[in-house]
């Protein structure tokens, strides 16, 4: 079945530098993908999602990459900021089974001033 | 309402007893989810509901939970004869569309005694 995984459970980045959050999955049939980012207390919110016909894609301060090869996707956040220390969730899904998505356990983002 | 409502935020029940958690989804979000997280995990996936029908409920872990969403709008999750490893955070989210990107709400923390 699917298993989603992150590679770190802890981050530490300083302000102002950029970060990088890897995310590997296993089910080749998975063709979509989120991140989430949740801070305590909250739920996840959504950051940016990126479909298995792109390998890459930005948005305000990330960028999504995904390399269906080895079955691994990114976040890339650009000047990373005290706001951005939250956990972050990459998430996969298969067009078939209607977005019903696997998570994995989350890398949590230390940010240092 | 502006984002996905989940209601009561906490819910402390009795080992055995009954509980109901609600979530109003965004207005016109055709597609309802509810997930369960547990303390240092990402979110787990339990139910996936279409309009008013439950499209998979594969994640369901067994025959004390139940959940139903009548007029394709407001969902309850119901948990019967509550155990104590049911607690944990009931997310529910929802989006415009199957497969498209999933809102969430902050939860419902369910904590069994």
């Known amino acids: 079945g699917e298993s989603v995984g992150l590679h770190l459970p802890t981050l530490s980045v300083q302000e102002g530098d950029n970060s990088i959050i890897n995310c590997a999955y296993s089910?080749?049939?998975?063709?979509?993908f989120i991140w989430y980012k949740q801070e305590s207390g909250k739920g996840p919110q959504f950051i940016i999602d990126?479909?298995?016909?792109?390998d890459k894609r930005q948005g305000q301060r990330v960028t999504v990459l995904l390399n269906k090869t080895v079955k691994h996707l990114s976040l890339q956040i650009a000047a990373t900021q005290p706001g951005d220390s939250a956990v972050y969730f990459c998430?996969?899904?298969?067009?078939?089974?209607?977005?019903?998505?696997?998570f994995g356990t989350g890398t949590r983002l230390q940010v240092t001033l | 309402g502006a984002g996905v409502s989940q209601t009561p935020s906490n819910k402390v029940t009795e080992k055995g007893k009954y509980v109901e958690l609600r979530c109003d989804p965004i207005?016109?979000?055709?597609?309802l989810y509810w997930y369960r997280q547990s303390l240092g995990q990402g979110p787990e996936f339990l139910i996936y509901?279409?309009?008013?029908?439950?499209?998979?409920d594969s994640g369901l872990p067994n025959d004390r939970f139940f959940a139903v969403r009548p007029e394709g709008s407001v969902s309850t999750l119901k948990i019967q004869r509550t155990e104590r490893g049911d607690s944990a955070v009931y997310l529910c989210?929802?989006?415009?569309?199957?497969?498209?990107?999933?809102?969430f709400g902050q939860g419902t923390r369910l904590t069994v005694v």
């Open positions: 989210a929802s989006s415009p569309h199957p497969g498209t990107e999933a809102f």
């Open positions: 089910n080749s049939a998975s063709d979509y």
């Open positions: 990126i479909r298995s016909n792109m």
């Open positions: 998430a996969g899904g298969a067009t078939g089974t209607a977005s019903k998505l696997t």
């Open positions: 207005s016109g979000h055709t597609a």
């Open positions: 509901f279409q309009g008013t029908g439950a499209a998979d």
